[in-house]
Every structure is written in structure tokens, then in C-alpha cells.
């Protein structure tokens, strides 16, 4: 045992001085930063105002095409103004809140609150402070812009880019699109044209034809003779639906927005699981290779025996991995509650799920997942003699490990359904099945069983790989074949 000691304690020094393994530590806060932040600051920053033409021949629908583009930015406004008011308050009060359900305003309740602001004088309140997305901007001068096809060919040019549109004095920019609006629309409702180069954002078109349609249905209502008040009333009557859980206890069963996010929070555990489980045991990998194509792996076992020198590198490499998981966990402990609104509701959730009961099950998962397939990457470093030939062997296990990535966003919907229950007692996938399964709370007898299968198994692959890496840590040249492993098996 002493000797085991002191070669994980040698593994676990070799790897700690790696820079790979400080990346590793260090790179996951950045990324953690880089998530919460930069989507943000993109969506108000790197967005570019976006500029257009509109054609309306009928003259009818040019201030229908203004007002819903001003409601999509109130909305904007509404929503900026409420991550500035949730980093103003306590972390309690923003738990409140965020535990009850939160109703999105209905379009009629957006229009009401503008105009009750333009009518109190206050204009659009905010709207210079956000960041406009888009900006109508009048046709040409010199060109009919009653007629579509001369202000298409005249606007061509700015629409494939090859020139900038003059959008203010002095000032030229990308034209966006060209929205033409054609004289018959409310008899035909047909030929409306769209013509923007960008396929990949049809927000401006969404906005316009979401205005289009809510006035021409309003005008049929004022032409039937509906009451537009009372179908819009109608429209946005709702039920609100109470979900209860019946696994509470009585008086506690109220379900909220936390309590149903939280049954996917064991999905973020499986992809950490993964991570963590692939990288150590890769790192595992490398360094057997490296140690036996340098000759290094002859003197270590000229002074111990190859069991101890394989049960010192899984020791001391689950020492690196454990680290670095807990190095990833502090770090997300450390940096949600300093990155503002965006993170508060993370921290939220952070908070409600991390439970003793998922901690203790990914602590164990992750030792038993590592333990698996780290005895089954060990194998493979004693029988090659190089990097290469040990990525060869690396493909068969990473179809393997890839199956729990592709099933774990439909696990948590079925937690107890055929697919989880058949891959839970799949010793290779139990690690990452039973975990995405634990916020459901899966039968007592498959958490014991498929445990207890998993245990076994580990001990069995770790034995079978104490047979190979005794015989193939000395052996050179070229991979054995299949037969011959058998042989190595049954010594």
C-alpha cells in the first residue's frame, strides 16, 4: 500500500505541474464568464441597427408597419428595465419572484401601457436608452416611391450590399430590406414582398407581418361589426393551471418555475459527469503512453510491482480529476452571485438543486464512472506503443460514451420510462443514467441494484485490466491481436 501511495502521489504531482491541467481548472470560469456575459452584451451591442425601405402603395398600413415596430421596442425597453430593477434587490426578494409564475404580457396589455405613457407625456420612456434594432428610413429622393419595381431597381444596389445607404445626413449605412406593401392588400391579402439578402434573421419580417395581420383582423372586425374590445377580451381569457406534486408532503405540493427547471438540472450533471470522467481518463491514456514509449514505465516497475503501479496511476489520477471538479464547482460558487441579473436565476437554481443527495450521487458516480473507464483506457495504454495507435483504439469506447449525450435530454422527460430503466442496468451507462434520473427519484431497487451491478463490474473490468496491463506494460512492438489477449486473460 505504501508503495501505491507514493506513486499516486507522484501522478498526481507530475499531472498538477502540467499546463494542461491549470487550462482545465482555469478555463472553465472563463468559459462559465464568457456564457453568462457575452450573449448579453451581443444582444445590446453587437446587433447592428438595422435599416429599411418601406413601400406602402396603398398609403393604408405605413403607420400600422411604425406602431408595431415602436411596441417591439417598448417591450425591449420593459425588459431592460427589469434586469436593471432585479440587480437592485435582495437575493431573497429576486427568490420570491422568481419562484411564482410570471405571465408574459399579451400584445393589448403592451399597447395599453405605451399609449397611457405617450398620453401622460412621458413618449416612449427608455427608448433612447436601449438600442434600437430597426429603423424605417425613406426611399431615395428622385425615384417614384409609389412604384415598386423603379424603387427595387434603384434600391438593389444597397440591398446586395454593394453600396451604403445614405440614412441620415452625412451618415451611411448597410440597408437592410425593402418591404413593399401592394395597393390591393386588404382585398387580397396576398403579394406583400420582402426582399433582404440576410436569410438568417427574419425578425424585421416577423414584426411586419405581425402587424399587418392584427389590423386587418381588427378591420374585419370593425367591418362584421365585433366588438374588436370584447374579442380581444375573449382572447386573452386564461386558465391558470396549478401544478401539485404529489411525492410533497401535505401543504408543501405546489409546484413552481424553480421546482420544474430543476428536473433538468441532473442534465448539467451528466455533460459534467462526461467531461469530467473522458478527460481524466484520457489523461490516464497519455500518460501510460508517454510513460512506456520513454522506457520510463521499466524503472518504476523494476522497483514495484505492475498492480501497485497500476492501482497508484488510478489513485493518483482520480486525485487530478476530483480537483478539478472541485476547482469547477468553486468557481461556479464564486462567480454566479458577482455576474449581475443575468446569473441570479442560475445562482437560483444552482442553489435549489445542488442537494446532499445529487452532490453524494455525482461524487459516487463519478468515482465508479471513473474507475471504469479509466481501467479500461489503462488497458489500452499498456498494449500500444504510441498516441497514435492508441487513438486507433479510442473509437469503439467513444461510440460508447457518446450514447449517454445523445439520450440525456429525453431521459428526464421519461426518468422511469423503458429506455432509462434498460440503460440504468447497462454497467458502461449507469453512471450517466442514474444520474440524470436522481432529481425524479427513481425506485429504491433500481438506485441499489444497478449500483450494486456497477460495483461488481468495476471490480471485474479493473481485475481484467490488472491481467493486461501486467503482461503488455513491458511488451513492444506491435499491438497483440485478439487471440492473444485471450491468453493474457487466462493466465
Same mark, same amino acid.
Given at each position: ?103 408574459? $404580457? ?68 448597410? $440597408? ?251 454497467? $458502461? ?63
Amino acid at each position: 500500500m505504501k508503495y501505491v501511495l507514493l506513486i499516486a502521489l507522484r501522478e498526481f504531482a507530475e499531472n498538477a505541474k502540467t499546463k494542461g491541467f491549470w487550462i482545465g481548472i482555469l478555463l472553465f470560469p472563463v468559459m462559465l464568464f464568457v456564457g453568462i456575459r457575452v450573449p448579453a452584451f451581443l444582444q445590446q451591442r453587437a446587433v447592428p441597427t438595422r435599416y429599411f425601405v418601406l413601400l406602402d402603395a396603398s398609403g393604408d398600413f405605413e403607420k400600422v408597419v411604425d406602431e408595431e415596430l415602436a411596441l417591439a421596442q417598448f417591450e425591449k425597453v420593459l425588459e431592460e428595465n427589469a434586469k436593471k430593477a432585479a440587480e437592485q434587490i435582495s437575493k431573497e426578494q429576486f427568490q420570491a419572484a422568481a419562484s411564482q409564475p410570471r405571465p408574459r $404580457l399579451s400584445r393589448s396589455q403592451l399597447r395599453a401601457m405605451m399609449l397611457a405613457q405617450r398620453t401622460a407625456g412621458d413618449g416612449d420612456v427608455g427608448s433612447n436608452e436601449v438600442k434600437r434594432k430597426f429603423v424605417r428610413v425613406q426611399p431615395p429622393p428622385g425615384v417614384d416611391a409609389k412604384d415598386p419595381k423603379a424603387l427595387l431597381a434603384a434600391l438593389r444596389p444597397y440591398l446586395n450590399g454593394s453600396k451604403k445607404y445614405e440614412v441620415a445626413p452625412g451618415k451611411s449605412e448597410e $440597408l437592410f430590406a425593402l418591404v413593399i406593401l401592394p395597393k390591393d392588400l386588404e382585398q387580397t391579402r396576398t403579394g406583400v414582398e420582402y426582399w433582404c439578402s440576410n436569410l438568417a434573421d427574419d425578425s424585421l419580417k416577423s414584426l411586419v407581418e405581425r402587424g399587418l395581420n392584427d389590423e386587418l383582423r381588427r378591420r374585419e372586425f370593425v367591418r362584421t361589426g365585433v366588438a374588436q374590445n370584447e374579442v380581444e377580451r375573449i382572447q386573452e381569457l386564461r386558465i391558470a393551471i396549478e401544478g401539485k406534486d404529489p411525492k410533497r408532503a401535505e401543504g408543501a405540493e405546489k409546484v413552481g418555475d424553480i421546482d420544474e427547471i430543476r428536473q433538468w438540472v441532473p442534465v448539467g450533471f451528466v455533460y459534467l459527469l462526461w467531461v469530467a470522467i473522458f478527460t481524466v481518463a484520457q489523461m490516464l491514456l497519455n500518460n501510460t503512453v508517454e510513460e512506456k514509449s520513454n522506457r520510463i514505465i521499466e524503472v518504476l516497475v523494476s522497483s514495484v510491482t505492475p498492480t501497485e503501479l497500476m492501482f497508484g496511476k488510478l489513485l493518483g489520477i482520480a486525485a487530478v480529476g476530483l480537483t478539478m471538479v472541485s476547482a469547477w464547482i468553486a468557481s461556479l460558487l464564486f462567480l454566479l452571485p458577482t455576474l449581475g441579473a443575468e446569473a441570479k436565476i442560475a445562482k437560483l437554481i444552482f442553489d435549489a438543486a445542488v442537494t446532499p443527495s445529487l452532490l453524494t450521487s455525482f461524487v459516487l458516480y463519478f468515482v465508479l464512472g471513473y474507475l471504469l473507464y479509466a481501467a479500461i483506457f489503462l488497458a489500452m495504454g499498456s498494449l500500444v506503443n504510441s498516441i497514435k495507435e492508441a487513438q486507433n483504439l479510442m473509437g469503439p469506447v467513444m461510440l460508447i460514451m457518446f450514447v449517454p449525450l445523445i439520450t440525456m435530454m429525453f431521459i428526464p422527460k421519461d426518468p422511469n420510462g423503458v429506455l432509462a430503466v434498460a440503460l440504468s442496468w447497462v454497467p $458502461l451507462y449507469t453512471p450517466f443514467v442514474m444520474m440524470n434520473r436522481m432529481a425524479a427519484s427513481p425506485p429504491t431497487f433500481d438506485v441499489i441494484g444497478t449500483s450494486a451491478l456497477l460495483i461488481v463490474f468495476v471490480g471485474i473490468m479493473i481485475w481484467l485490466s490488472g491481467k493486461i496491463f501486467r503482461v503488455g506494460i513491458l511488451r513492444t512492438g506491435q499491438p497483440p491481436k485478439l487471440l492473444e489477449l485471450v491468453r493474457w486473460l487466462r493466465q
